[in-house]
């Protein structure tokens, strides 16, 4: 905020410091301004945006160190104020104290405040005479209080008291905005407004710490956007705000400068005027032949009469003399008789010498009033005679209006002594000494022409524009203006542009508002999108509603969404697959488990009472049952391994030469073997070989298992046909049955691990569901494809396997592997 204020006012009204407070700093003002104004954004920049590089805060709070310490030096160290000198200090000390991440997080301004208390606390009570008299004399009765409390509120911030009454440091800090209250409103009081600034900031900063206001910015969106919006509309209005402020300064110093030069040519020229106007009232007598004579026979009588019709008919003289060549007074406007000897003065001096009118050194005359002699010779045949003295009243000239004198300060000078002639300022004595500034005294003793800027004898800043002689005198013109005044337009400009730039930020965060609330509405759906996803409510989706980057974001969250939901669903596919093959897995497991452990324990049982089996055809059936139920274990336990290799990869094939129709009909003959599903078993075999190179074993594997599924599922007394389809590029083996058949919905899934169809699995026919999926792993292998079809239920169901007769290229053999 002091940054931030300070570099406002340094770089839009530098002309306001303007006091001789600000003397030494003044050169500086506008470069401070703006070292101000870009270390202070820098510094708000990084406390709202956390994650800015640690180096840029650095920067600007070395950058804001640097220019309050030259602050500093110039304005409290040089000129000796004391609570300049402790305060700036402890400030820098905190600024550079918290570009620590570990100070940060500690009381780092209650240490400052605490501090800047006690020590100006002392001041007030053991060094009063340190504050200024105007300042002492605001706060005379309340000096001595307000230096105990800021004593007793330091002392107090400094003891850990929090413990004992936590609400303490609040009612002190309070009493702290009471007491830098009443110091600023002390500094505004003699003038020193922008020194009371800081005093200002200390006592809002300390009311917000007594009402526990710690603002926080918001971690939404739409804050940041505020935030982004406002600092991109506020930097470069100041920046180019700045330009046109000091363009605009430029230019109307320029026309400053030029309407003070203009000011003071024309008061020359307006006293070029006047004196000519009073040499011609002085030529016109002297040309009077009545006066001639009268001069000549110095008739004391008859000059006086034309020497009071002088001042009569030229208002600049306040009287006329008549003057002989001695110094010796003739006659006089105002009657005197012994009017003594003008030899003294210097009009006397200048006509002998030069024999030319001469404008005198202004000085008191016989009247007791300030003149200005303007002598003019007086010849008779070629000789001097003596002179036409008039008295130009140097009060009437101070009291003409002119065009200099409605705007300016206008002092007339005799360069001769820096006499004042002329001060158009109210009070002004005249034929005194001007109190002219050192520089302006130089500059007029160099005879040098236009403007200088100083410091006036008030200690005021203004302008000054010396040095515009008057033509045929000693005299110069200078006029003088307070920057104040002069400069008043800027000011006014500079303060005008500052309200309609904190306005139009305002409406400029106003309307961001207004136009980011359908961004800050989107993003506020997808947020509570994405948290009903989280709730798992899957079928959540977000309105596109437009294409940009929102819209894409929103389409790539729905995208997500349903790989999600679908990710979801094959989860729980997967969940209920596991628990329904754990389930099938546990029973088929158990069924020849049960009759195993059954028909051990009755021959052992035989066994141990008499060691002979007397039933030999039970037994003999009990070990066949035993048998297949061996063999079905070792089925259930290769389809695991099948499973498991495949799944980790590890499933090869051993490929060579094979015949498939010996190999189906040695399956087929297998089943028929058995015998008791009661089952027809038929066989379209081509007459020709069909031969391919395949894995024999694997393929063996795969007859099996589909044989096995038509038994499984066929009807007892029905049928099961095996044919061939015959290509020269590859086989088709086909295996029909008269079975359950398979639903359409089943067909898709069915050879996948673990899958049965509904049906089966209504029916509790046996089974893990993995015997096609390895089916399905054996033919691809071999780059061939494996599908069923079904006419519906209780339709039958018809498995294809097409094999190649060749090996596939070797880049088809690695896109199916």
Known sequence: MFGLMFGVAMTYAPYEFHAAYFRPLYPYVRPMGVAFLASSIVLLATMLYRHAPRWLDVLGRVGFGAVTGLYWWMLNVRTGSLTGAILYPLLLAGVALETSPSWRKREVFRGVVALVALSFGLLMLVAREHFPPVFHASLSPL????????????????????????????????????????????????????????????????????????????????????????????????????????????AIERQVRDDTVRAAAGEADFLVRYLDDARESLQLLLESPGFRSA????????????????????????????????????????????????????????????????????????????????????????KLEGMLVGLLSLERLSAAVTPAAQRFRVQVLDRRGLLLLRDTQPGAPLLSEAHLPGALRLHLSSNDEGVVETFGPEDQRILLAADAPVPGTEWSVVVTQDMGVAYRAITRTSVAFIALLALGVVLMLALSQFVARDIIRRLETLVEATAAIGRGELSRRVPEEENDELGGLCRGFNEMASRTEAAQAELREAVRLREEFLSVASHELRTPLTPLKGFAALTLSRMERGGDFPERERTLKALRSMARQTDRLTRLVDDLLDTSRIQAGRFELERARVDLVPLVREVIERFELRGDDGLRFLLEAPEVPVEGIWDGPRLEQVVTNLLSNAVRYSPHGGSVRVSFHLTPEAVELRVRDEGIGIPSESIALLFQPFARASNATARHFGGLGLGLFICREIIQRHGGAIWAESPGAQLGSCFHVRLPRELPAPSTAAATA
Request: charged letters at 15%; a positive charge; proline letters at 7%.
């Open 295 to 382: 001069f000549l026979s110095r008739d004391r009588k008859l000059l006086e009469l034309y020497l009071r019709n002088l001042p009569a008919q030229a208002r600049a003289f306040d009287a006329a003399l008549a003057v002989d060549k001695e110094g010796a007074g003739l006659a006089a406007s105002y009657g005197k008789e012994d009017l003594g000897s003008f030899s003294h003065r210097d009009f006397h001096g200048g006509v002998l010498s030069t024999g030319a009118p001469y404008v005198s050194r202004p000085y008191i005359s016989q009247l007791g009033l300030p003149h200005v002699a303007v002598a003019l010779p007086f010849k008779h045949d070629g």
């Open 143 to 250: 000096l001595v209080p307000l230096g105990l409390v800021f004593l007793g509120c330091g002392a107090g911030l400094l003891a850990p008291l929090d413990s004992r009454w936590p609400p303490l440091p609040r009612v002190l800090f309070g009493l702290l905005a009471v007491a830098f209250a009443l110091h600023s409103w002390g500094l505004s009081r003699i003038g020193m407004g922008p020194a009371a600034t800081v005093y200002v900031i200390f006592t809002l900063s300390c009311a917000a710490a007594s009402v526990g206001f710690r603002p926080r910015a918001p971690h939404t969106v739409g804050f940041k956007l505020l935030r982004g919006l406002a600092f991109a509309g506020l930097v470069p209005l100041l920046a180019l705000g700045g330009l046109a402020a000091r363009l605009a300064q430029g």
